[in-house]
């Protein structure tokens, strides 16, 4: 199989559930390093492939989504973040609903352990401060995931930490 057959098959191969470059390579007979390779390429030619903890997802391939209300510490952020992306969970974005403005969102895309050091690291250089703090604390997430029982498993972890609220 050449490199375009096996381009080939790894688009038709990944959809919602994540599956490992180490998975793929084995599967098509090759080196975890040449499906590293082969992702890149195909992101190069456009395809939109997400890597997340545990594997390549095709993103928008049968995603799932729900809205959780949240309220935590600054210095809880970090457990927030990571336990959503441990669990294969991605952060949209994060929204407030402000007495005199409404509804203020900021898009995160937040999908792995790496982007939320990132967004911590922002934060810590004072560029700005949490969108929550305009609140309260009071926030909201719209969390993807690849099956309502992911989300069901984000939304269980937020409670037992004391992170999740009631909705309005």
Not at 51 to 57: E, K, Q
Not at 76 to 88: H, M, P
Not at 111 to 117: G, I, L, P, Y
């Amino acid at each position: 199989m050449n490199g375009d057959e096996r381009r080939a098959k790894l688009k038709e191969r990944l959809g919602a559930a994540p599956v490992s470059a180490t998975a793929l390579a084995k599967e098509l007979g090759v080196s975890r390093q040449v499906i590293v390779q082969d992702i890149a390429l195909l992101r190069a030619e456009g395809e939109r492939i997400l890597s997340t903890n545990r594997g390549y997802v095709a993103e928008g391939q049968g995603r799932v989504s729900r809205v959780f209300k949240v309220r935590h510490t600054d210095e809880q952020i970090r457990d927030e973040l990571y336990l959503i992306v441990d669990a294969g969970g991605c952060v949209e974005d994060v929204f407030v609903w402000h007495k005199a403005y409404g509804r203020i969102a900021a898009p995160m895309g937040v999908r792995s352990r790496a982007q939320a050091e990132e967004f911590l690291r922002r934060i810590a250089a004072g560029v700005s401060r949490p969108l929550k703090n305009v609140t309260g604390g009071y926030h909201y997430h719209t969390v993807s995931a690849d099956s309502e029982e992911t989300l069901a498993g984000i939304e269980q972890g937020l409670r037992e930490r004391g992170f999740l609220m009631d909705p309005d």
